[in-house]
């Protein structure tokens, strides 16, 4: 079992608040007010390296402590438990998004309207394209990263920075999908290179529990957050700086507090099942 990092725990930590507040923007209502719409594109551009981030650490973890010639059991066990940690979880919470997306377009169609039209009735469109509108795309490509990880340790094992680099030119001058692979290429670098996490003596140690947690609000923010947006529009009915940046922080900060508040809800009474949720993080 490898020894936990504190700054890795606190960065996820951090990076999953800023996920949140990047898809709490609100789409539509620019122009109402100049000094907002600066404001959004600040916490857009803020908030932007916080998925390449999460591909970085989770290439680095991946590969930390590799062998110098992983054999391919390395490789067969460490997709084994990602097959728990990440594929399981990702299909539960598409299912779930299924069944939501149904009941908000039985029940209150306004909720979700603008989002998915009618795609969301093709379950390839939730379990395959649709996650590219919602949070989900993350799991789904960073499953396609591991599955492809022995090609990132050759990469990074015989053409060291050199291979990143120049992956990272080809990507960035032909806009080459899929680039997750960039970032989690760059994480295996750091890895097989030797780079270590470091953490300062000062820095607080965070319980196990917030890496569910982090895991958890990834999964499952999306839907509150997109019908919240709708909520507190038509609460506040924003019509300059202070009504729109009320409305913002509103849909982060609840959507923050009504998932954390599930999420304890079932650590404490259902710990089995959040525990399945999260990939066996608890």
Known sequence: MLQRSAFIDLLKVLLTVGIVFRHSELVGLDGISPAFDTFTRAMMAATGICVPLFFV?????????VPEKPGVQFFIDKW?????SLLVPYIIANALAFVAYW?????APGMMSGYFGDNWKNPL??????????????????????????????LVRYTKIWGVLALAIVCLHFGMRPWYNLWFIAGAWLAVSGIHVHDPQWLPRLAPAWQAWCFFVYLYHYIPVISLKKVFAALLHPAGFASLFASYMATALVTLTVVSALFLFMKKFTPRTAGVLVGGKL
């Open 57 to 65: 650490i989770s290439g680095y973890l991946f590969f930390l402590n």
């Open 80 to 84: 084994r438990r990602r097959i728990l």
């Open 103 to 107: 009941a908000a377009y039985r029940f």
């Open 125 to 154: 469109f939730i379990f395959w394209t649709g996650p590219e509108n919602m949070s989900l795309w993350f799991i789904r490509d960073l499953i396609i990263a591991v599955l492809t990880a022995p090609l990132a340790w050759l």
